[in-house]
């Protein structure tokens, strides 16, 4: 079995369960730029691709005991979630910070790439501190790319007031870059 447009998640799921690994494959074929994109947005650079396979590991692991009560890409969201905030967990009990390392990040960019790397700590930073529904809500908008309507449903809310929470959240981040902005500049 190769990629199956036509053909849904829980059956996949359902030939995975029943044997055929190359079920599993497909899943992962379909799945992985969403979850790669969603631990971009919230995992230093050096460690996306681990945190992205830690995430389809755990999947694979986890899928016989899948239950159809939410749909997949909801179960695998939510799988990302817990290992995004496992890797934390490791970090801090190792006493690791948070924030990529800037003198490493820079060496690992060319000289024109410096002010976005920059850009991109500083961005990093800024959504650890938000409450998490607000950081939830920019990254399903940003990183996963879904209209208001798609995040809406999956928050259980109404789409005016998944607008504003947007808002509240884009409007917290702009808060916690200018106070970055001014701490650097000082």
Excluded at 13 to 18: A, G, M, N, S, T
Aim: glycine share 2%.
């Amino acid at each position: 079995m190769t990629s199956l447009p036509n053909v849904s998640d829980e059956y996949l799921i359902q030939q995975f369960v029943q044997g055929d690994l190359l079920a599993f494959d497909s899943l992962y074929n379909r799945h992985v730029k969403a979850v790669y994109k969603r631990v971009c947005f919230v995992i230093p650079e050096t460690d996306v691709e681990d945190v992205t396979q830690e995430v389809f590991l755990a999947a694979l692991c986890s899928l016989p005991a899948y239950r159809a009560e939410a749909q997949f890409s909801t179960w695998l969201r939510s799988l990302t979630n817990n290992k995004v905030a496992e890797y934390y967990r490791r970090r801090s009990r190792k006493k690791e910070t948070m924030q990529v390392d800037l003198v490493h990040a820079e060496r690992r960019s060319d000289q024109s790439n410096t002010n976005s790397v920059e850009d991109r700590i500083a961005l990093f930073a800024a959504l650890n501190q938000l409450p998490k529904q607000y950081c939830e809500v920019i990254i399903l908008r940003f990183a996963e790319g879904l209209q208001f309507n798609e995040i809406a449903k999956l928050l259980k809310q109404n789409p005016e007031a998944t607008k504003s929470l947007f808002r509240r959240a884009l409007s917290a981040l702009r808060e916690k870059m200018e106070v970055k902005d001014e701490q650097t500049s000082k």
